[in-house]
């Protein structure tokens, strides 16, 4: 499967128009921004307002409407180009990572394995028996939970 049979059959159609319309667009903008601004220049020598400095709001908006068109009809050629070069680095990086913690996440496995299969057996070194009632308490208590009386070391 391509990338265009994956692709609505109209998107094709309208990214074309979008990457013509939107550099024409930007084109007539910039046109008139210059027009505008140059008439405004142009009258400093006289005392005469400008006559075209409406051009110039015209072409800001009409600029940026065609500049937003471009980044639509070519955004899907930047971004594969981006990722062709981001790719790779990111690739490199990653192993580069991996290379140096594999000690350290054998170790951590290891002890994980450890701990379960001590819980797993049953053998609970953190505990004491009560000599009494043979309640489990914890490792540092000095009296028994249930029946209160001293445990032994």
């Given at each position: 499967?391509?990338?265009?049979?994956?692709?609505?059959?109209?998107?094709?159609?309208?990214?074309?128009?979008?990457?013509?319309?939107?550099?024409?667009?930007?084109?007539?903008?910039?046109?008139?921004?210059?027009?505008?601004?140059?008439?405004?220049?142009?009258?400093?020598?006289?005392?005469?307002p400008?006559?075209?400095f409406?051009?110039?709001?015209?072409?800001?908006?009409?600029?940026?409407?065609?500049?937003?068109?471009?980044?639509?009809?070519?955004?899907?050629?930047?971004?594969?180009?981006?990722?062709?070069?981001?790719?790779?680095?990111?690739k490199d990086?990653?192993?580069?990572?991996?290379?140096?913690?594999?000690?350290?996440?054998?170790?951590?496995?290891?002890?994980?394995?450890?701990?379960?299969?001590?819980?797993?057996?049953?053998?609970?070194?953190?505990?004491n028996?009560?000599?009494?009632?043979?309640?489990?308490?914890?490792?540092?208590?000095?009296?028994?939970?249930?029946?209160?009386?001293?445990?032994?070391?």
């Amino acid at each position: 499967m391509n990338e265009e049979t994956k692709i609505d059959p109209k998107h094709t159609s309208t990214r074309q128009i979008l990457r013509i319309v939107g550099p024409i667009l930007a084109g007539i903008g910039l046109l008139l921004i210059i027009i505008g601004v140059g008439s405004f220049f142009a009258s400093f020598g006289s005392f005469q307002p400008p006559r075209f400095f409406w051009c110039a709001f015209l072409g800001m908006p009409l600029l940026f409407v065609g500049i937003v068109l471009c980044g639509f009809g070519f955004q899907g050629a930047v971004l594969r180009y981006q990722l062709g070069e981001v790719a790779p680095v990111t690739k490199d990086t990653f192993n580069y990572l991996a290379e140096g913690t594999q000690e350290g996440v054998k170790t951590v496995a290891t002890a994980i394995g450890e701990g379960i299969a001590a819980g797993m057996s049953g053998s609970r070194t953190a505990e004491n028996r009560c000599p009494k009632c043979s309640q489990t308490n914890d490792a540092d208590a000095k009296f028994c939970k249930t029946c209160g009386a001293a445990l032994t070391e």
